[in-house]
């Protein structure tokens, strides 16, 4: 048996040893009613003392009972366990069952056949409450039922009319009929109880689902509303600058140093745009599940020593000291995706903590090891360390200033961790600076390290280009070019082979094809038609400007390289080195 079973069954009868105590109530009532009859009728033909000791037994059994259910449900949460507890009501239930089955000996008077049956009958009655307040716990079953009834047994045994020989069969029919609906009111309450958690079970994953919608729902306002206001603002700049542009053009030649100063000030933007996409992707990647996780042993005195050379000059830009305590420890986990923690957690101590300390080293904890970027900032309130962990949350920066960053960075982070396993801290006060840290395996140095594989790097590649936007497709066309590239080109497939034919069908080494074109046709679509018209595999890359979850694992699920709008041009030219990284090109074209 699992643990998880163990402890479902753990609860299981816990709940029936609470359903033992609270089902004792209608035996404990009837033996306050019961006994006073039972004096009246037998009163005059049993010794009045010998009925009254009797009576005041079954009181005191049954205040004893009382006591013990009232400590019970007034338990500590340190109290005994169920067991203990269903071993102190079945011994209970024993000595009462002993005590009305006293009855049977001394109310039995064989000379008075009415009397004789009235035992029975009031022992009959008394076995059947007993049996099923006890029904909760078998091993009591019988127990409670041979008590009461083998007394009045033994007195029939020493008669010898064959009457109580009846009386016998009839106990016997009467304590196996009683066993048997025992076992099944069991069984019964097993399954209702059991029922009963499933469904609190149930009810409690919907209670949680329906939070989560919830809070994904109020998460999604927020998102919308936070990427709404910092897509716009540089959509809006651009447009100023344009005009500006357009304005000194119209006042004949424009100078040099103007407009390289706004073409400046459009990059920075445009920059700034596809920062804010490209991090809005991230989180849709990671959210729908599509990247990969690669882990391999990692030097942390290489990683770190990197760290420190990589944000150093930001760090001296900013009169910021950047310090560094390597480890010759080595952890397990994906590279790349280590880094990328690590860079935001710097990022962000840079960041916030101009003209002070930032410290990046680690703690062995046991078989791991914890990451930790130390700042001197203005740190963060404790009842705002999960908030900064939200999309679009930065709390100091108020005035959303994008130079600042866009407050996707930890959000990113907390998604790497969570895919990675590796437990992410904060550890803030205002005015005492922050620790971000990461928790991650450590493993053992391996004996060789492979060298990086050298990039192939092609140039004069035949490349098609497929996209149903003209101008996008004249800048790419444009850009092949001038990376020394052929480029076949058009709005649609059927345009795109006829091109490729008219020119003579050179071989092609590589699709470019955008997701969403006229006609309803998507890219890998056309990638398919394309492959068909030449004869040939040609590797594929598809951009798309698609930020969905759902979208985006019906893309990744197409095989091909996912390339996301705004492309930037280094970001087309890796991933076109990545594409036909090894001699590619059909030599059995046609």
């Given amino acids: 048996m699992s643990q998880t079973e163990a402890n479902g069954e753990a609860r299981l009868q816990a709940a029936l040893v609470d359903l033992l105590y609270r089902q004792s109530y209608g035996a404990m009532i009837a033996s306050i009613v019961v006994p006073w009859p039972v004096v009246y009728v037998l009163w005059g033909t049993v010794a009045g003392p010998l009925l009254l000791t ?14 013990l259910s009232r400590r019970y449900f007034q338990r500590a949460s340190d109290s005994p366990g169920f067991a203990v507890w269903a071993r102190r009501f079945t011994l209970l239930s024993i000595l009462w069952s002993l005590a009305w089955g006293a009855l049977g000996w001394i109310g039995f008077v064989p000379t008075q056949a009415h ?25 009591a079953h019988a127990r409670v039922l041979l008590a009461m009834h083998a007394p009045f047994a033994l007195r029939c045994l020493m008669q010898d009319d064959p009457v109580f020989d009846l009386y016998l069969v009839l106990q016997a029919c009467l304590i196996v009929v009683s066993l048997y609906y025992c076992r099944v009111n069991y069984r019964s309450l097993k399954e209702t109880v059991g029922l009963r958690f499933e469904n609190a079970a149930l009810i409690d994953g919907l209670k949680h689902e329906r939070d989560r919608a919830t809070a994904a729902n109020h998460a999604k306002t927020r998102f919308l509303a936070a990427a709404n206001h910092d897509l716009r603002q540089p959509i809006h700049a651009l447009g100023l600058f344009a005009a500006a ?13 103007d407009a390289q100063g706004l073409a400046e000030k459009q990059q920075a933007v445009i920059a700034s745009l596809g920062g ?16 990969s996780v690669e882990r391999r042993p990692i030097a942390l005195m290489r990683l770190i020593q990197g760290l420190r050379e990589e944000f150093g000059g930001q760090a001296r830009d900013r009169g910021i000291t950047l310090r560094a305590v390597p480890s010759n420890a080595w952890v397990e986990s994906d590279p790349a995706l280590l880094k990328r923690i690590l860079d935001n957690f710097l990022s962000n101590a840079l960041r916030y903590a101009p003209g002070g300390r930032v410290l990046i080293g680690c703690r062995r904890r046991g078989d791991r090891v914890e990451i930790q970027v130390v700042d001197t900032g203005p740190g963060i309130p404790a009842d705002q360390h999960a908030a900064v962990f939200e999309e679009f949350t930065q709390l100091h ?115 470019i094809a ?3 074109l006229a006609g309803g046709m998507t890219g890998a679509a056309a990638i398919e038609s394309l492959i068909g018209h030449l004869g040939y595999h040609a590797p594929a890359l598809i951009v798309t400007g698609d930020t969905s979850p759902e979208r985006l694992r019906d893309l990744a699920a197409s095989g091909h390289v996912l390339l996301h709008k705004p492309l930037a041009p280094d970001l087309l030219q890796d991933a076109i080195r990545r594409a036909v990284g090894e001699p590619l090109r059909a030599n059995g074209a046609g």
């Fill in 54 to 67: 009797w009576a005041a037994a079954i009181y005191a059994l049954t205040g004893a009972r009382w006591l």
């Fill in 115 to 139: 009397l004789v049956a009235f035992v029975c009958i009031v022992l009959t009655g008394m076995s059947g409450g007993g049996v099923s307040s006890v029904a909760a716990h078998p091993p």
């Fill in 245 to 257: 542009l357009a304005a000194l053009a119209r006042k004949g030649d424009v100078r040099a140093s």
């Fill in 276 to 291: 804010l996409l490209h991090g809005l992707i991230d989180v849709s990647r990671l959210d729908a599940g599509l990247v």
């Fill in 397 to 511: 920066n108020p005035h959303r200033d994008r130079q600042e960053g866009l407050g996707l960075g930890l959000a990113i982070v907390r998604r790497l961790a969570g895919l990675l396993g590796h437990p992410i801290a904060l550890s803030s006060l205002p005015g005492k600076g922050s620790t971000f840290s990461l928790t991650v395996p450590l493993v053992a140095a391996p004996a060789v390290q492979p060298a990086p594989a050298p990039q192939h790097v092609s140039e004069g590649l035949g490349i098609m280009v497929v996209d149903d936007d003209l101008q996008v497709l004249d800048a790419i066309t444009a850009l092949m070019a001038s990376w020394g590239h052929r480029s076949y080109a058009a709005p649609s497939v059927d345009a795109l082979c006829r091109r490729h034919d008219e020119a003579g069908a050179p071989p092609v080494d590589l699709i």
């Fill in 514 to 516: 955008d997701h969403r």
